[in-house]
């Protein structure tokens, strides 16, 4: 059980660049949700997903897109990297029930330079 | 004001001894309360889940909610080097979101 995936482990981009951040998980969870993590501000809530066909801004959704392919995969898409978003990003699945926690993937550092 | 509050740290405790981590939040219709760990350059894993008022005990582990004062914290006994890590306080909305503290660090001296 593979749990929740995502891809790539790391990247370097120049300012500008573009790219897609992939994750898929297999416990059928219904939302899904993105976060960015940076020394001293813990982790910081970029976009939400509470089930297939819908999205919801979190904290910090500035210069960043998302979609919710199916139920499986949502991905975030940089469509113009800037320093400011040098990061390592989370990618995350859950139930909605009130007792249901967070399952992490194993993230991706992102160098933008 | 930031939603959920955790003293950075860093927290030193003797092996064998009981660390103590506090977590405030701002949100009084926070439903749900998580405990994650996170060793350094490793996603977090949870730990441990409270949702009443009380005391939770799971292993070496309690977590203790008081939601009138709107407090969470997480008891270690018996501290272990193989504990220092960042643990992370997590508060779970009615919207069904989950908003972090910034992490304490510990550090557990052998």
């Known amino acids: 059980n593979a749990g929740v995936t995502q891809t790539p482990k790391f990247q370097v981009l120049k300012t500008g660049q573009s790219m897609t951040l992939q994750c898929a998980q297999d416990m059928n969870h219904n939302s899904m949700y993105w976060y960015r993590q940076d020394p001293g501000m813990g982790l910081r809530l970029i976009y939400y997903s509470a089930s297939e066909g819908t999205t919801d801004k979190g904290e910090v959704p500035n210069g960043y897109n998302v979609s919710r392919l199916n139920k499986r995969e949502f991905s975030l898409r940089l469509e113009s990297a800037a320093p400011s978003q040098t990061s390592v990003y989370f990618c995350?699945?859950?139930?909605?029930?009130?007792?249901?926690?967070?399952?992490f993937g194993n993230g991706t550092r992102l160098t933008v330079t | 004001q930031k939603e959920v509050e955790q003293n950075s740290g860093p927290l030193s405790v003797p092996e064998g001894a009981i660390a103590s981590l506090n977590c405030t939040y701002s949100d009084r219709g926070s439903q749900s309360f998580f405990w994650y760990r996170q060793y350094s350059g490793k996603s977090p894993e949870l730990i441990m889940s409270?949702?009443?008022?009380g005391d939770k005990e799971d292993g070496r582990f309690t977590a203790q909610l008081n939601k009138a004062s709107q407090y969470v914290s997480l008891l270690i006994r018996d501290s272990q080097p193989s504990d220092s890590a960042t643990y992370l306080c997590a508060v779970k909305n009615t919207g069904n979101q989950f908003y972090f503290g910034t992490g304490t660090s510990l550090t557990v001296i052998p």
């Open positions: 409270i949702y009443s008022n």
């Open positions: 995350a699945s859950s139930e909605p029930g009130v007792n249901s926690p967070l399952h």
